[in-house]
């Protein structure tokens, strides 16, 4: 029997293009450097670091209540 391979959950979202432009530059210009695989690895990587910032400062360090995707906005629009 082959074992399914898992592929992590897909995450799209709106940006400015010349910030999309300035991370591309950011991520090739460093990956050696740093160590960056690909695009989805650093935003990942970052995003992460200040979901663990937010959790740090308004939660005691522990993770908040996980939101499914399937549920729809998280909240107001900013």
Known sequence: ???TKKYPHKVSFYQ???DTDRLRGAVL???LEEGHR???EFIN???MAEVERLEAKYNGGQPF???DADRGNAGRPL
């Open 1 to 3: 029997m082959s074992e």
């Open 45 to 47: 990587n970052a995003v």
């Open 38 to 40: 690909s695009m989805s």
């Open 65 to 67: 209540p996980s939101v």
């Open 29 to 31: 210009a460093t990956r």
């Open 16 to 18: 400015r293009r010349e």
